[in-house]
């Protein structure tokens, strides 16, 4: 029965409640001395994606996904990448499609469960590295692809993925896309929506004329906006149908590696959906914890110290438990 016990993060003083622990530590925190290599791969349908590394000649390797509207120079990324490559792994921190500073080839870039180009990745570690172990992070909608990528892929999935792990992840995407638009979360919507406008400027310089951009620069709120440019750009038939099928909470009963998935009882984006605990109770490998405090990617515990509770829990969950 892999439901955790629940661990207590005792916060800062400055804190208090599940939304400060999200905004303050996404506001203040730097992680230093963190110099990515960046590389570019081709992809099979002619478009790139582009990965940051960190190499030390290691022969485990950390994937890391982030979250929505971020990329792989976020500070959450960086401090993963760091604790993990300071204990004996490299790191390939991608940037989904259109995320990495610079627009993607296509028209469509990515939405929340699009689990090929992480397949694409790891293949592409297996292909042309002599690595001996692949582990895979997930943050945020980052932790959705993870955790529907290793259960829809349990069949197939690369023997060298040995473990993964998902931290504040809206498992049920169409629960979490509706809380998202509704009372104080308005606060994270309306930033992300205007961070997807202004993506979408780009695309429409690129292809004038080739979409109803209009129409989607005039959506009222972000659960608009996905309506007006994921589902029709990659032919989702309708909103529901594309946040139910690509939500990771569809895929949890087949994952077939050892996985956990942390979030936050306070975590703002998130819905009681989103503490699977009956499938973790059900499973053999997938593990749920659900942690007091900690926010939405928070996890602070002081301020002034550069490593966070994640992750040294990332780091425990990789070298044992």
């Known amino acids: ?31 230093l001395g ?17 990965i940051d590394w960190l190499k030390g000649g290691y022969k485990k ?13 976020a500070e959450y990324v960086k401090g993963i990448a760091k604790v993990l490559h300071g204990k004996g792994y490299d790191i390939a921190a991608w940037n989904m499609r259109g995320c990495s500073g610079e627009p993607n080839k296509l028209l469509h870039s990515f939405h929340g469960g699009k689990t090929d180009d992480l397949h694409f990745i790891i293949e592409h570690l297996s292909n042309f590295y002599d690595y001996e172990e692949v582990v895979l992070v997930g943050i945020s909608m980052g932790g959705n692809i993870t955790l529907k990528y290793v259960g829809e892929y349990a069949d197939k999935l690369p023997a060298l993925v040995k473990k993964a792990f998902a931290a504040s992840v809206p498992v049920d995407m169409l629960g979490c896309s509706l809380h998202l638009i509704k009372g104080w979360n308005l606060i994270y919507s309306r930033r992300y929506l205007n961070q997807y406008k202004d993506m979408l400027r780009l695309k429409e310089k690129m ?26 750009m990659f032919h989702f038939g309708t909103i529901e149908h594309y946040l139910e099928t690509q939500s990771a909470l569809k895929y949890l009963d087949k994952i077939s590696i050892p996985t956990l998935l942390v979030n936050a009882d306070n975590d703002p ?12 109770a059900l499973s053999e490998h997938f593990y749920l914890e659900i942690v007091h405090n900690g926010g939405h990617v928070g996890f602070e515990e002081k301020e002034t110290v550069e490593v966070n509770w994640l992750e040294k829990r990332i780091l425990s969950w990789f070298n044992g438990f």
């Open 1 to 31: 029965m892999p439901l955790l016990p629940s661990p207590l993060i005792i916060p800062p003083a400055t804190q208090p409640n599940g939304h400060l622990q999200t905004i303050i530590p996404n506001l203040r925190r730097k992680v």
């Open 34 to 50: 963190v110099d990515f290599v960046r590389t570019r791969i081709d992809t099979w349908d002619n478009d790139f994606l582009d």
């Open 61 to 73: 390797i950390a994937v890391i996904t982030h979250g929505l509207a971020g990329n792989s120079r």
């Open 207 to 232: 292809f004038p004329g080739k979409f109803n951009f209009k129409h989607a620069y005039e959506a009222a709120d972000l659960h608009q906006f996905v309506d007006r440019v994921t589902v029709p």
């Open 269 to 280: 984006f998130l819905t009681d959906t989103c503490f699977p605990k009956e499938h973790a």
